[in-house]
Nanobody
């Protein structure tokens, strides 16, 4: 499965962005998907996950109430709506797909390339 992340950019604090993760295969609709991020000098960290049908979503405490993960399986796409952005949200954001319908490990089986999100103060 190839994943293509997009939608990053430069935004002021308090602003919004929507990231998209498009998969190359239809079987993507059977898999859990997650968003992760990596800031300069830091390890990659979990942001949000969504189960195969969108029924279960999980979020890192740092983004709860501000970010929303969703998916459109007809378009092989998972989204991350990011509102009330803060400078500390600045990072490269990656999407990843597990082979299972629900997240069953810390790291996805497949990764997309990252998309840069920069939040200015």
């Amino acid at each position: 499965v190839q994943l293509q992340a997009s939608g990053g950019g430069l935004v002021q604090a308090g602003g919004s962005l929507r990231l998209s993760c498009v998969a190359s295969k239809r079987t993507f609709s059977n898999n859990a998907v997650g968003w992760f991020r990596q800031a300069p000098g830091k390890e990659r960290e979990f942001v949000a996950t969504i189960s195969w049908n969108g029924g279960i979503t999980t979020y890192a405490d740092s983004v709860k109430g501000r970010f929303t993960i969703s998916r459109d399986n007809a378009k092989n796409t998972v989204y991350l709506q990011m509102n009330s952005l803060k400078p500390e949200d600045t990072a490269v954001y990656y999407c990843g797909s597990w082979l299972s319908s629900f997240r069953n490990s810390n790291s996805p089986r497949y990764w997309g390339q990252g998309t840069q999100v920069t939040v200015s103060s």
